[in-house]
């Protein structure tokens, strides 16, 4: 049975604002909870960045759910960071913690005054890191000299049962490639028909046995054009291709593109709807798809009232 989630958005609120809607999303029946690590939000609008790994301790604390959280080992992280940030957790919450790997964006991972690497470079880093970390939960002592160098690295706190290792796809390419390394593929709510896309490239890349997650961007509010609103303000600078995404450096830089942005637009990217039935709706194609866990990421400012009303009609319309 598919698991619905709650995403935390920590580019656009306070860790402390994101526990309580943890908290909330727990009270109103969602089943998991995701976030993403940021460096930077994607707009200065949004105005937030906390460290989510410090987060995710207080807030698996305090909720009894399943968390995960995507990130991007190779540049700002050295992936043995990861793997022993991700241990530590699993060891402390037992077979309730997943971590999703993606090649990054520059707007995260420049901050270290590094060369930024093409995408074919960023994906041969990214599975060399799933190698390394996967190794340190073995117990391996690891050294590596390739586009990540580790010498003589051990993990001593490990986990009895390791966390899955979900790769991170926006394109079909890239879900087809990660379904050879990965225990599973986390995406986002393209149209329908790209999103079968992904989804058939990522069983055809070997992905038919393995589990798939959805991350839904979605706008609700109590009518059209509140909802609307909403999603135009916080979330018009993450409409874009992979490409510009990526490579794009500052949230200044995607404020400038997004200038180009009409409000209609956004019905392209975002789902945007006052009706729980058309969400509802929406969903069951989602499941039918075969995602396993689907993630609510609601982009605008209104999340109490969002968790409410689908903790009380949507969740259990599709459960």
Wanted: charged fraction near 20%.
């Amino acid at each position: 049975m598919v698991k619905f989630g709650y995403h935390c958005s920590h580019e656009q609120f306070k860790p402390s604002t994101l526990l309580q809607y943890a908290q909330a999303a727990y009270s109103a029946g969602f089943q998991r909870i995701s976030c993403s690590d940021h460096f930077y939000p994607w707009s200065d609008r949004q105005g937030e960045s906390g460290y989510a790994w410090s987060w995710l301790g207080a807030a698996m604390q305090a909720v009894p759910l399943t968390f995960g959280v995507v990130c991007a080992p190779g540049q700002r992280y050295h992936p043995a960071i990861i793997a022993q940030a991700a241990a530590t957790l699993a060891e402390m919450f037992p077979e309730r913690f997943w971590v999703a790997l993606g090649s990054g964006q520059a707007l995260n991972e420049k901050i270290t005054g590094d060369r930024w690497p093409a995408k074919e470079e960023r994906n041969a880093r990214l599975q060399e890191c799933a190698e390394i970390i996967r190794a340190l939960w073995r117990g391996e002592t690891v050294t590596r000299y390739g586009l990540v160098c580790v010498e003589e690295a051990k993990l001593y706190t490990r986990p009895q049962v390791p966390p899955k290792i979900i790769g991170a796809a926006i394109t079909p390419q890239t879900a087809e490639w990660l379904a050879g390394w990965a225990d599973g593929m986390i995406t986002i709510s393209h149209p329908y028909d790209k999103l079968k896309e992904v989804v058939e490239a990522f069983r055809r890349g070997g992905g038919e046995s393995k589990p798939m997650y959805l991350k839904v961007q979605l706008s609700y509010a109590a009518d059209e054009a509140t909802a609307l609103e909403g999603a135009y303000d916080q979330w018009r600078t993450n409409i874009f291709t992979s490409p510009v995404l990526a490579d794009l450096r500052s949230p200044q830089q995607f404020d400038a593109i997004a200038d180009f942005v009409k409000p209609r637009d956004m019905y392209q990217y975002v789902r945007i709807s006052p009706d729980p039935q058309q969400h509802i709706e929406w969903l069951q194609k989602d499941i039918d798809l075969g995602f396993e866990v689907i993630t609510l990421h609601n982009v605008n400012r209104e999340q109490q009232a969002f968790i409410d009303v689908f903790g009380e009609k949507v969740l259990p319309a599709l459960q």
